[in-house]
């Protein structure tokens, strides 16, 4: 019984000497330590993901993707293979191990809007990491593989931070540096548990993940054919596409349109708070004129290509009015100039869209506030049945002042450009006194 209670005690001390060594590590020296064990655990799982141009044999994209079975199913970015899924003819996909070895795989499914694309390798992969059944806790230490820079293979340690509040489109806030050449890799938990996929950055330590929910619905496609005619898979982009902006447009068509006072009319303010808003003044002592703004965005683009982005909305208003100085000759040529401002667009290339084709007139509200209209719409070359669509209006009431509204929205079919058109001129109203 003495020796027991001797080596009991003995034990005791040397438990409690750890404890207090491991209480004077600095926290950056354990978080290192979990850094090493975690990349060293799982990063067998985690390839370089390359697009290849087949007719000259250098690469054009390059990414990062998991292995999520062992049959050889791997998990990247849409937006890391989008050139294969235009050009299959000229372009190929590969992946390179940390070990060097070059893998040919083949895209089975895509899901645009989430920028997420499932492949397949002609054989089992060594390692396979596991989804996450559920969301961490908000605080949760998480680790970012990839490929940053077509350098070597890197994780970088953060913190999640749940899902972005008030976002169109889910994504999960990382704390961390999430760098080019990341997108597509996993953000695991230290059992290894997918909670995310890299998929941008905003500077700063601040990321963004696509939640491993979206993942799995992939998953479960079970597609075993591998997508290799730019025809269906631009017929897929383009169903996707069409659902995602039904969707949009079914949740603003059904709610009510917030007005606020402006002069002497009341405008659009608040619609959903998937937009945010930011105002803009013109106030300067050498203009003969002030412009009073805001415009409203919902930050919700769809990477498409390189140079084609589609998915967004946002809508604007500007009250100009004029000061003694400027006469009514010269407020209607400044007020003119302002409203065939060309507004910003989403991005596309010449082979991404046609022409605007545009139709203006002169309407009365239901109030008989007149207004000068301008609708242009410009169709998808690729993607058909979808349109870039701007709308334009100017109140005529006045010599002195004015409202020029805006509308502007990428990616939505005919009818629903005419439905959301329709409901937001209807929201602008002469505000008599």
Same mark, same amino acid.
């Given at each position: ?96 191990? &940390? ?7 083949? =895209?089975? /499914? +895509?899901?645009?809007?989430? #920028? $997420?694309? *499932? ?13 996450? &059944? ?7 230490? =998480?680790? /970012? +593989?990839?490929?940053?820079? #077509? $350098?070597? *293979? ?280």
């Amino acid at each position: 019984m003495h020796l027991f209670r001797h080596f009991r005690y003995t034990a005791a001390l040397l438990l409690t000497a750890a404890g207090l060594l491991l209480a004077t590590l600095p926290s950056t020296a354990l978080a290192a330590a979990d850094a090493q064990q975690v990349f060293q655990r799982y990063k067998d799982a985690v390839l370089q993901i390359r697009i290849v141009d087949t007719r000259s044999g250098n690469r054009i994209s390059l990414g990062t993707g998991f292995v999520v079975d062992a049959e050889g199913r791997m998990v990247s970015n849409f937006h890391v293979v989008s050139e294969y899924a235009y050009h299959p003819e000229w372009n190929r996909i590969e992946a390179v191990s &940390s070990g060097g070895a070059v893998i040919p795989l083949k =895209l089975l /499914a +895509f899901d645009v809007v989430h #920028d $997420l694309s *499932l492949l397949q390798a002609g054989s089992r992969m060594p390692q396979a990491l596991t989804l996450a &059944s559920e969301p961490p806790a908000k605080g949760t230490p =998480l680790y /970012a +593989f990839g490929i940053p820079l #077509d $350098l070597e *293979l890197t994780i970088v340690q953060g913190l999640y931070n749940g899902l972005l509040e008030k976002k169109l489109r889910e994504q999960v806030h990382f704390t961390g540096a999430i760098n080019p050449g990341m997108s597509g890799g996993p953000a695991v938990d230290e059992n290894g548990h997918v909670v995310g996929v890299n998929v941008a950055t905003a500077g700063n330590g601040v990321g963004f993940l696509v939640p491993v929910k979206y993942v799995a619905a992939l998953l479960q496609q079970r597609n075993t054919a591998a997508l290799t005619q730019s025809a269906p898979m631009l017929t897929l982009m383009r169903n996707q596409l069409l659902a995602e902006q039904q969707r949009i447009m079914a949740d603003l068509l059904a709610r009510p349109i917030i007005t606020g006072e402006v002069g002497n009319y009341r405008t659009p303010k608040d619609w959903s708070e998937h937009f945010k808003c930011w105002g803009g003044d013109v106030h300067a002592e050498d203009k003969l004129y002030t412009v009073v703004s805001i415009s409203c965005d919902m930050q919700s683009d769809i990477f498409l290509s390189g140079k084609h982005r589609t998915g967004t909305l946002s809508y604007s208003r500007s009250f100009v009015q004029a000061k003694p100085g400027l006469n009514d000759w010269q407020f209607d040529r400044l007020y003119g100039t302002l409203f065939n401002q060309d507004p910003d667009m989403p991005d596309a290339g010449k082979d991404d869209v046609g022409n605007f084709s545009c139709r203006s007139g002169f309407v009365k509200q239901a109030d008989g506030l007149p207004l000068k209209t301008l609708f242009c719409l410009r169709a998808y070359r690729k993607l058909t049945g979808l349109y870039d669509m701007v709308l334009q209006s100017a109140t005529l009431d006045g010599k002195r002042s004015g409202l020029i509204n805006r509308l502007v929205a990428g990616g939505v079919s005919y009818d629903d450009a005419l439905r959301i058109s329709k409901k937001y001129l209807e929201a602008l109203t002469w505000n008599k006194r």
